[in-house]
Every structure is written in C-alpha cells, then in structure tokens.
C-alpha cells in the first residue's frame, strides 16, 4: 500500500506548547528546540524533537524549514469586536462616552451585507496577520453581521465564535432589537458547529437588556448547552453604578447575569475589573471563564483588573484585545500591556504565562481542550511561526538571551505582527509575512 504523502507535511522549528497552567503546575509545557510539527489531513499528527520524528516521515515529505524560528499553537482572543475594526482609536473619555459617539453609528453600518462582508474579510486577515486563529467575536444586532462574519471565516477554515448582539433598551433606536430571539436561534442553527464555526449568545451587557430579554437570552443559553456565550461585565466604575440602579434587587453586576442563568461552562465575561470576591467564586463555581482585556481597560480608563484574585478563585482567565476599545490586533501587545497591568497591581506575569493564557488557557476557558490550543495529536493544526529576529530591536535584544523566559519575553513586550512569520489554520498556510 503506497502512503499518501500529499496530506502530509512537517515542519522544522523549536517547537513550544502547553498541557497545564504554569502558574499552578511544574512541568507545564513542552519545548523542542530543534523540533519538528508533522501534520497529517489538517490535524496534528506528531510532534517532538527532529532528531527522532524525522527518520519517521514516508520518503518524499518535505520537511518545511522555519530554523531559528518557534512555532506556537495559534493564538486565541477571547473577547473583540469585528464592526469595530475601522473605529480603532477613537478618542473618547470613557466608556459611555465612547459607546454613544462613536461605537454606536459605526454599528449601524453593519445592516448592509456588503459592509459586513468586506469588514469582516479585513477583520480575519487582520486576526491572522497577527498569529490569532481563533477568536470569539462580538457581530452587531444585524443578522446580516453574524452571516458575513461565518461566510468570511467559513472560506478560510477558521475555527471562529461570534454572535448578533442582543440590545432592545438604552440604545439608538437604529440599533434597538427585541426580546423576541428567534433571530437568533435562527443563527445558532444556521451557524452552530458548521465547519469550524461556533455560535455565540451575545447579550452586549446588562444596561441595554430589559429583564424580559435577559430572561429570554437564559433559556435559548439552556436550550443550546453547547453555545457560547458572551458579555461585558464590571468594566467601568460609571457602568456598574448605572447597573446598580437597574437592577437594585441583585447582589452584584455579576449577580444580574447569574440571576438569568447565563453563568455556566462556555460563558466568557469580558473585562472584570471591579468583580468582589463572591463573584470570583460564583465565576470558578459555574465554569464561567474571564476575558481579561488590558489595551482596552488602559485606552478607555477603565481599571485594572487583579489576576491575582482571579487565581486565587480559579476562576478561568483568558486575554481578549477588545478590538476596537483595544488598540491593537496583537496578542503579543495584548501580553505586553497585561504583564504592566499585573505590575501595577503588585503581580507578576511571566512570559510562559501569558503564552499559556493565549493558547491553551484561553481553549480551556472555552472548553475546547482536545480541538485546539496545543500540539496533541489528532488536534486541529492551528499554528503560528514566530520570529525572535523579526526586528533589528528583538533581533540584538533576543540574541542575549539566556533562557526560553527571556526570548518569549522579549517577543511579548517588543513584538507585533512583524513577530508573525506565518499561520497556518487546519494545516493550511493562511498568512506569510512578506518579509522587507
Ligand atoms: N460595553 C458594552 N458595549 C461595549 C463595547 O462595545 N466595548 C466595550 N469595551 N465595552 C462595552
Ligand atoms: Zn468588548
């Protein structure tokens, strides 16, 4: 029997991913650095040193070489708007503010299906230019939104969340929808597990929800388990007062999305920043899980948020840009700005760390451990090639490291898209930087 090589491909780099949290466990990653990625029909087929893996290869696969390089599961953003690509960096001071002149008629755009559609195509590239393979993204109320964001992500194979938001209160009438959410089931069974993409319940927060509408958000999230689903909560002090004098019969913010049962495994809550402890507790409790967003938290003023006690908690934590209050697509500046914020909150977030938050941390928040987010065999082959050399500033400063900490250090504080050599998404070259 002949083997079918063409399915097949390997690829030659130092290899880096996790199989547990660095912060609760020794041991908790695994590093080739002279290693190689074998990936058969889109999926990981092995994945180890080049020393042993090679002499396994059928005669005739090439062996891609990336030397010098490191290749990484891609990177996973839990939290960010794809409407609000064109108004990133937006001067506003605060998050109200910025929401009603700004965010809202950006989002009125989103009606227009051609809109969405070449949107959304700018958006995903843009994703993948900077090494995210997988994101859960927030649509607008348009249903023609969700389709283009699905139709665009269907047609490079990416394993994408997304959702319509749901707001019928507190909003321009342009954008105001209804507790009636058919529309939405409608999406979930258009859209939910088609190809790689996953569907996500999207109330935009609690504000612009009548009770009615949390209510109705509840059951569809009970009647589809395996749904996301995905919300602000606790971002900005002026926001939470807001929350307070809407809902003054619930314990916290937190408590109001609880109270409508909307806490719950593949629930991810942007921001919670002023969370107390019983809410932290209610988020490890449920299997809710933390999008932790620092580009946006700083542009907008809103806090910073205390890893610390989210770890002290259990609670899940990812890292999202919140594109477009974040100010960049890149997951690397998303680790530079969450290793000050730590900082400033007296923490300290080392750079195996914040890698692990953007790979498997953030599949773990997403319950999808086993699909992506590291290099197990029969997973699907989403994965990016970073280069330490990328700029003459990382390429002097990582030439001086000592230890693997220090480069990927390095690549999170100085690196950008430029760091991102190539990704590849179901084992398929989908960005190659174009090199000077
Ligand atoms: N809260 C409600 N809507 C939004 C939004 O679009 N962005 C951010 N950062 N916070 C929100
Ligand atoms: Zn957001």
């Known amino acids: 029997m002949s083997i079918d090589t063409q ?8 290899l880096l991913h996790f199989h547990a949290d660095p912060a609760f466990a020794e041991d908790a990653y695994a590093w080739h650095a002279d290693g190689l990625l074998v990936i058969e029909n889109g999926r990981v087929k092995a994945a180890g040193d080049h020393a042993q893996l090679a002499s396994t290869l059928p005669a005739g696969v090439e062996i891609v070489d990336y030397r010098g390089k490191i290749i990484v599961p ?40 051609a809109h969405g559609r070449a949107t959304a195509d700018f958006f995903l590239d843009e994703l993948l230019r900077n090494g995210t393979t997988t994101a859960l993204v927030y649509c607008t109320v348009h249903k023609e939104s969700v389709d283009a964001l699905f139709e665009a992500s269907s047609a490079r194979n990416l394993r994408m969340g997304g959702g319509k938001v749901l707001m019928d209160r507190h909003c321009p009438d342009f954008l105001q929808d209804t507790a009636d959410l058919r529309e939405s089931e409608a999406l979930i069974r258009k859209w939910h597990n088609k190809g790689r993409n996953m569907y996500a319940i999207t109330p935009r927060f609690a504000p612009t929800s009548t009770e009615a509408q949390l209510a109705a958000t509840g059951e569809l999230a009970k009647a589809y388990p395996d749904t996301f689903i995905q919300t602000h909560v606790s971002e900005n002090q002026d926001e939470c007062r807001w929350v307070g004098e809407l809902f003054p019969q619930r314990r916290s913010y937190l408590d109001v999305y609880d109270h409508y049962g909307l806490m719950r495994e593949r629930a991810m809550y942007g921001h919670c920043i002023w969370l107390d402890d019983a809410d932290f507790a209610r988020m490890a409790e449920t299997g809710s899980a933390i999008s932790h967003c620092p580009t946006s938290n700083l542009f907008l003023g809103s806090g910073l948020f205390d890893i610390a006690r989210a770890d002290n908690a259990g609670a899940l934590v990812s890292l999202g840009t919140d594109v477009g209050a974040g100010t960049s697509f890149s997951m690397l500046q998303t680790m530079n700005e969450a290793y000050k914020v730590a900082r400033l909150k007296g923490s300290y977030l080392p750079a195996l760390r914040m890698f692990y938050l953007a790979t498997l941390g953030a599949a773990r928040s997403m319950q999808l451990e086993g699909t992506i987010g590291n290099f197990v065999p029969g997973l699907e082959a989403d994965f990016i090639v970073l280069d330490p050399k990328s700029t003459p500033l990382l390429a002097r400063r990582t030439a001086h490291s ?11 504080l100085l690196g950008d898209d430029r760091a991102i050599r190539a990704t590849y998404a179901a084992g398929r070259l989908v960005h190659e930087r174009t090199l000077p």
Do not use: V
């Not at 399915?7 to 130092?14: F, G, P």
């Not at 000592?402 to 999170?412: C, D, P, V, Y």
């Open 7 to 14: 399915n097949l491909q390997a690829y030659r780099a130092s």
């Open 74 to 113: 891609g990177f996973i953003d839990t939290h960010l708007h794809f409407p609000q690509t064109d108004m990133i960096a937006s001067p506003a001071p605060g998050l109200l503010p910025w929401l009603e002149n700004f965010t809202f008629p950006t989002e009125r755009q989103f009606g227009d299906p």
């Open 402 to 412: 000592n230890t693997l900490e220090e480069t990927l250090f390095a690549l999170a």
